[in-house]
């Protein structure tokens, strides 16, 4: 019990001196608002739902039918048509100077072999420079057209009703669970907590260090009686109570903000986050082992984050890279730690559930501790 | 009397390059104990050594009372330690400051309470307890630094270059500040290459390439470097009189200049008389050559040649 | 004094706060590799791993019919590479249910029992289509592909049913929409990626930079030393923004280079007009960076802002990833002050739309301009204040 009092004793003072230090430089509110501001703006922003899309029709056949295919553009959510026209001339002008992204093409000869039962093509132009954007607009027009040619047909069907008689036909019923309207921001919310933590314990802290390192601050440390091992816990345990915090006001104001759900235990979100939190507290120590001015450490740290962010399924579905880069996602920590607060907030995993990931953070988190403490141990003697 | 420091044989060598030569010295409690030398004689290596900073490769030393060999830990919790890059962290307070470097060293929140204004007292930062420390002076900063260092009460300060960049008025503070210290009974052992400073160290070691070439009190190093007392000759022409009287060296012994002063160890008693003619000769307005005591600088610069020369 | 002789001596001034500066980044060989190696890493990662294109999405289904039409329709979900069926074995509700839960499955696909016998006798089949919303973008294409591909499965059926009853289905009229992209044909992601990324890598480098710079030098106490000097606070900034207006420069080519040589980026514009906008930028990045750094007064602090103030907006707000278009209407006002918006707007359009449509980019040109100089007017009187 004594040994334990003697460990914390010196910690306590690195604590002490790191949160009155992050006070004086207003550090500890930054801390705090930035992750909400930044969470309140993925959540508002991080939308994967393409909406309010300029489109433009151009209807050279003006006839009844084109008119009620046109009709069916107004008043959706997906798009926001800024002109109609009949004059073909204009679409290139349009889309080369992005007043418009897509445009249906409607041609002479719609209406006329519509009547015929002929096969009636109609144009559906996109400007592919935004590519993803690109690909679900122009499914999404062409879901519109094939509705309106199942009613064509549908109607032309109930007028041969009386010749054929009842027709079977399968229809589907849609049950979206956990989130049930499809919320951008009930995703996206969760994610953010992982990006959030790896800012604060990684980034931020790798900086702290890397300040002591330049200032000569560490080198007045190691000739106390103090170990590696207490500066580093005097160091991290006021990022880790910052993180946690961090977690609760994020879950509180989105909460609030957005409705986010939040389906599971709340301790066991931050139990599990523990795990994330030493997982980037030892990177960012050893960042700063590495690194020899806070710049480096900061650009070391950013490279480190970027990979973080694009290969955690954040905001890519993993399934969809490329299969080396589908390897590469199983050393990025923060892949773990998605599914993890994802399904605690909108499934409500338990723990045995999520096991796997748990163990994954845990054998990682264990691997980079031991090297950042060792690299620190070998560059404070 | 109690010995504080003892090194014996202390070495070490980094791949080819020896740093410390097998350096042996004793220091006794609550003395000032200084290292002079050039940068690069060896002189932060020791200390670093001694500090449990650094493992020597061989010998070993003890201080207050442990090896530094074998229980680094227990000699780091006797001892103060100021580097020559010390840091304070200038968003906290002179008192916060303090109270950090005294729990890191392991007092209780109740002792730093108690030390707190002692220390103070010691360095003589009464009443300004509360402000930060990135707001003092620079001299000030330094004995916040030296404060810091002898937060938990450690029976030897080990002192690096502590008045680096200090104006002289500051510095003689300093000085007594860390007299006072001595008297008190704390070892204090200080690196310097400032030549008017070593004069407050009560025995001084004169360190070259790794080695301790001389070691005593102020006196002792003088007739060590010495056998006569110095001519001094003030002259208009210090650079031709130098070249002179540097031609003439066999005959009358070694010159060095010192700003419009002429220095000349004597070889014989002769040697006044004939520097004096010599000069005459070639019409250099001169001040008749006097005898005076050697400084701390003519008698390193001396023991520095004689070393160099022996090799 | 006639002008000339004034200017070449400012330069004079400037020229030793430029080589200082050169220095300080070349020496960092570490942040220098970084400066030039992560525009091509990040470009390699953003061009592979940014897709919303879904494939292969990860499908259970139970099949409580068990005939030979429903093993046809369970057949035509995985034929076209939409959906990938997860274990054919795991036919119980239950397992389905746990898979979803446990991120096995994103979709599950229910075949109500009696479903052949129904569509024999007519009547209208109701098949459920149950999502995993923790995956919004997954699912809400996952449920559109499974919509089309019953529709089309129905379609097939009534129309074997209307042949069945002797009307010849050719006469039933399809209106076909005929796909065609301009400018991407391909819709290649990397065409998107690479002008955005150009305006994030200029923002990390410039904003971030410039904005230690300052504080750098204040914290380890040279900056007094440069303010004792003749030299003028406009001159100490010049000759620091001149270093990152060059590095810049060095990596917008590296991106324009890899871009166009390896992942084969069309580059329909002109140099000029990538070069005019690519200054045009750096002011703003750059002014915003020497605005954050004088007013913080530790690195720490500085990147804080850094990425809070320039960084992050230029990613989420600029329509580098997410479209403008889908954003709430508040959130697209704010975007109207992000410059990135702007310059990422005009990047893609010189690299992939012809010349002439470039004519049309002189409001993105007269924004950055005036944000550009609002920047540095601002940041040169802050800097000037802050000397003083």
Redesign the interface.
Known sequence: MGNLRDFFSPVKHVMIKEVTEMKR???AA??IV?PI??AI??G???????????TMICDEDNSALSRA?TDKFFNMDHF?VVLVTHDPQTIEKQ????RA?VCLRIPPDFGE????????????????????????T??R???V??A???E??EK??AA?KS??????????????????????A??MVPGVIGLILA?VTM??MS??IV?EKESGNIEQMVVTPITPAQIIAGKIIPYIVIGLIDICVVVVTCGIIFKTPFEGSFLLLLTLSLFMILVNLGIGIYISTI?A????A???A??FL??NI??SGF???I????EI?QWLTYIIPMRYYM?II??I???G?GFM?LLPQTFALFVYGAVVFAMAIKAFRKTVS | METSVKAEKLQKRFDKFTAVDSISFEVEKGEIYGFLGANGAGKTTTIRMLCGLLEPTSGDAIVAGYSIKKQPEEVKKRLGYMSQKFSLYPILTVEENISFYGGIYGLTDEEIKKRLPEVCEAVGLNGLEKRLAGDMPGGLKQRIALACAIAHGPEIVFLDEPTAGVDPLLRRRFWEIIDSLAFSGVTVFVTTHYMDEVENCHRIAIMHSGRIISEGTIPELKKAAFVNHLLEVETDSPVRAFELLSEAKDSIGETSVHGAMLHVVPKDPATAAAVDRMLSAAGIAHTRPEQVEPTMEDVFVRLVKREEGKI | MTSTDKGTRNFKRIKPVFIKEVLHIVR?T??LA??LL?PV??LV??A???????????LGVVDYDDTAMSRELTAKFTANGYFELHRASMNSMEACVEA????KIKMIIVIPPG?SS????????????????????????G??Y???T??Q???S??LA??RS?G?NP????????????????????I??IVPGLSAIIMM?ISA??TS?TVV?EREQNTFEQLVSTPLKPLELMIGKLVTYIVLCLVDVAIIVAVSIVWFKVPFRGSVLTLTVFTVLFLFCALGLGMIISSSV?????A??GT??GTL?PSI??S?F???I????A??RGISYVVPARYFI?AL??IF???D??IA?LWVEALYLFVFGMFFLIASARRFRKDLE
């Open positions: 430089m207003k550090i930054f801390l930035a501001l930044q703006v993925f508002f922003v991080a939308v994967t739902d393409i909406k309010n899309v300029p295919l926001r889309l080369g100077s992005n992204r072999n519509i009547r015929k039962g002929k096969r009636a093509p109609v144009q559906v132009i996109g400007d592919g420079t935004d590519s993803n954007s690109a690909v679900q122009m499914s027009v062409q879901l057209v094939a309106f040619s199942g064509v047909f032309k069907l041969m010749v054929v008689g009842q027709l079977p036909s399968i229809t589907m019923q849609e049950r979206v669970w956990y989130n049930p309207e499809l919320k951008s009930n995703v800012i980034v931020i900086l702290s300040r690194s001015t806070q710049q480096q900061m650009f070391s950013i490279f970027m990979p694009l290969l905001l890519f579905p399934k969809n890279m490329p880069l599914v994802r399904g907030f909108l499934k995993l559930e | 960092d570490r942040s970084i400066a992560a890493v990040l990662l953003y592979y791993a940014v897709t919303f294109d879904i494939k292969r999405i990860d979803l839960r446990i991120n479903m129904d569509v024999k006798s007519s009547k209208t089949v109701q098949i459920q289509a149950i999502g995993d919303g923790s995956d919004t973008n997954t699912v809400s294409i449920l559109g499974a919509n089309a019953i529709a499965f129905s379609r059926l009534l049913q209307v009853r009307i050719k006469s039933m009229p399809v209106i076909e929409p005929v796909p065609r992209v301009w400018y991407n044909p391909d819709l290649k992601s065409n998107f990390l971030l930079l230690l750098r007064k530790s690195q720490q602090m990147v804080i990425a809070m992050l989420l707000l329509g990833v997410f479209p278009d889908s954003m709430p508040i959130i707007t893609r359009t992939l739309k012809a002439a449509d049309s």
